[in-house]
């Protein structure tokens, strides 16, 4: 039997490995169907004894074609999942409501999300649904990139050094660029992929360092836009049409995950003026979230599941990234991301490309497991909780024990320590490959490395919204 795509014949390979003839045959069959469509699917037969036999074997997650899914992708192309016992389908998603919607009403088992998606779905801002995440699937991997006339108008305000634009680009030169718009009559508006996405909490914060406001919510009165007072209204477009949308003039600039930034600067429609390292060093960005319910239902599952996960994040920053290329042409797959391996590879293997031909070292742009990216940090959602409030979001203001509550209830850091204690035992990973589970409490010290300076403690939220002069207190 032949499939038309070579990844379908690679899947079906692999099932073969690990299977009886009648069963590699419907499984075969099914995989050729599926990987036509855009669809992945890893058959195994076989788990480790120790986690508990999973409960669920054949299980669908989604994700959004963008870099940062590519845990998702190794856990299945290496074999991971199948040494966990897992039949995996991989399923792209035309944006993140629906992927959203379809894990809510179990379409989907799981899915790579916003980091503040199971946040948002779990307080009632948009789909309300009980979502928890019991792992971080990256740190940073975003960029804000505006169009070559707003970069043309910018460019004359910035200061140099031996010839080359200083970066970090401070966001007060955005705001001269902004108050001339105003002065001639027009709006500047930019994109962001999903009200409680990281990308729309980032340039939030990166406008604001600059003395923009980018508006605010009140869900009270039914306005959910975004925009009240806003100097820079912001709009949702999904991450693979934001080049497009901005190249059509609907939007001045944007805020996104890759590849789509490096492709504004390939396509030569734009450029890209900060990461989100630069608004804060090693955020944390996509999770892998499931409902509570699944998660009750099928905890075996879902441990192994994560520690498939976690080799993943493993593999790909394993000795100073050296499998980077590998998952660079992994995913420029079309049943992946589908973007040029050039593209791909800009930020993926260390490097960023700003204006053309401006390319700079950016090791950490892409974090899977080093800085613990992988651990569920209460401190991490916590500050996505700050962020909501800061914006009107949450409506209303809330003690530090809210907060923590609401962080315990969705970050799951006690799956993620079961899942890397059956690694260390099954002698996959080291125990210094992970935190001291005995002593760590889920909340980092106080964080620095935001381009207001501001210090982050995510113990005490409301003593940190009072920090900034712009956003709600």
């Known amino acids: 039997?032949?499939?038309?795509?070579?990844?379908s014949e690679a899947v079906i390979n692999a099932v073969g490995k690990n299977a009886r003839r009648g069963f590699f045959r419907k499984t075969a069959i099914a995989a050729c169907v599926l990987a036509m469509s855009g669809v992945t699917t890893f058959g195994v037969m076989s788990a480790s004894a120790e986690a508990g036999k999973p409960e669920k074997t054949s299980v669908k997650?989604?994700?959004?074609?963008?870099?940062?899914?590519?845990?998702?992708?190794?856990?299945?192309?290496?074999?991971?999942?199948?040494?966990?016992?897992?039949?995996?389908?991989?399923?792209?998603?035309?944006?993140?409501?629906?992927?959203?919607?379809?894990?809510?009403?179990?379409?989907?088992?799981?899915?790579?999300?916003?980091?503040?998606?199971?946040?948002?779905?779990?307080?009632?801002?948009?789909?309300?649904?009980?979502?928890?995440?019991?792992?971080?699937?990256?740190?940073?991997?975003?960029?804000?990139?505006?169009?070559?006339?707003?970069?043309?108008?910018?460019?004359?305000?910035?200061?140099?050094?031996?010839?080359?634009?200083?970066?970090?680009?401070?966001?007060?030169?955005?705001?001269?660029?902004?108050?001339d718009y105003k002065k001639e009559g027009k709006t500047f508006k930019m994109g962001m992929v999903f009200p409680v996405s990281t990308h729309n909490y980032e340039l939030?914060?990166?406008?604001?360092?600059?003395?923009?406001?980018?508006?605010?919510?009140?869900?009270?009165?039914?306005?959910t836009s975004g925009t009240i007072k806003a100097d820079v209204p912001l709009s949702v477009t999904p991450p693979p049409q934001m080049p497009a949308?901005?190249?059509?003039?609907?939007?001045?600039?944007?805020c996104v995950g890759e590849p789509w930034n490096q492709q504004a600067v390939f396509k030569g429609i734009g450029v890209p003026v900060a990461t989100d390292y630069d608004v804060q060093v090693n955020n944390p960005e996509k999770v892998f979230g499931v409902t509570k319910k699944w998660a009750d239902e099928n905890p075996n599952t879902l441990i192994h599941v994560v520690k498939a996960m976690i080799r993943?994040?493993?593999?790909?920053?394993?000795?100073?990234?050296?499998?980077?290329?590998e998952?660079?042409?992994?995913?420029?797959?079309?049943i992946y991301v589908g973007a040029d391996e050039n593209v791909i590879a800009n930020s993926m293997t260390g490097t960023f490309e700003y204006e053309k031909g401006d390319k700079r070292a950016a090791p950490d742009f892409n974090v899977f497991f080093r800085y613990n990216a992988t651990y569920p940090y209460y401190s991490d959602a916590v500050w996505y909780l700050t962020q909501m409030r800061r914006w009107g979001q949450i409506s209303e203001d809330k003690p530090d024990s809210w907060y923590l509550k609401m962080a315990k209830q969705i970050y799951r850091p006690d799956i993620y320590a079961k899942a890397a204690k059956e690694l260390i035992a099954e002698g996959k990973m080291k125990a210094s490959d992970f935190p001291?589970?005995?002593?760590?409490?889920g909340f980092k010290g106080p964080q620095k490395g935001f381009i207001d300076g501001v210090v982050y403690d995510g113990s005490k939220p409301n003593e940190y919204l009072k920090k900034f002069k712009i956003g709600l207190k």
């Open 1 to 7: 039997m032949k499939c038309s795509n070579e990844s």
């Open 61 to 179: 997650f989604g994700f959004i074609k963008l870099t940062d899914m590519v845990p998702l992708a190794v856990a299945y192309e290496k074999g991971y999942f199948e040494d966990e016992g897992l039949s995996v389908t991989l399923e792209a998603q035309a944006n993140w409501k629906v992927l959203l919607d379809r894990v809510v009403t179990g379409e989907l088992d799981g899915a790579h999300m916003l980091a503040g998606q199971p946040i948002g779905a779990t307080i009632g801002f948009g789909t309300k649904a009980d979502i928890i995440t019991p792992l971080s699937m990256d740190l940073n991997g975003n960029g804000i990139t505006i169009s070559n006339a707003v970069w043309a108008d910018l460019k004359k305000k910035l200061p140099t050094k031996n010839g080359q634009i200083v970066h970090p680009i401070d966001p007060k030169y955005l705001k001269e660029v902004v108050d």
């Open 204 to 223: 939030r914060y990166w406008l604001a360092a600059g003395g923009i406001n980018p508006g605010y919510y009140d869900p009270v009165k039914g306005d």
């Open 245 to 254: 949308t901005m190249e059509a003039g609907t939007i001045d600039g944007y």
């Open 312 to 325: 993943a994040g493993y593999w790909l920053d394993e000795e100073n990234n050296k499998n980077r290329m």
């Open 327 to 334: 998952a660079v042409k992994m995913i420029a797959k079309p």
């Open 436 to 441: 001291n589970f005995a002593k760590e409490t």
